[in-house]
């Protein structure tokens, strides 16, 4: 595959989701930086890093396995972003 895992796109928008995780968690409180900034960030790394990782395995299996350590970091940041909007951390449209 051309670029190897930097050419697909569940990895391109990994990325960009990291981005814009690292953008709204700028504008969070800065009693939150060991809380929800770090947990979002952390969760948000995590998604681009396992597909990464999973690209570079020797099996299939192995490769499924770290997509599913990705998908359930996205489950992660989507229960955090929940958790910052019920709070009045960010708003509904972050």
Known sequence: MENGYKGLTAYKEAMS????????????????????????????????????????????????????HARGSLFEIETQVEIARSAGIIEPAD
Not at 21 to 49: D, F, H, I
Request: net charge positive; hydrophobic share 35%; no cysteine.
């Open 17 to 68: 989701l990291a981005a814009t995780v690292y953008e709204v968690t700028k504008r969070m409180p800065r009693e939150e930086l060991y809380g929800l900034v770090s947990q979002l960030r952390r969760a948000a790394v995590s998604v681009p890093s396992n597909i990464a990782e999973g690209y570079g395995k020797s099996s299939t299996g192995e490769y499924l396995s770290a997509l599913g």
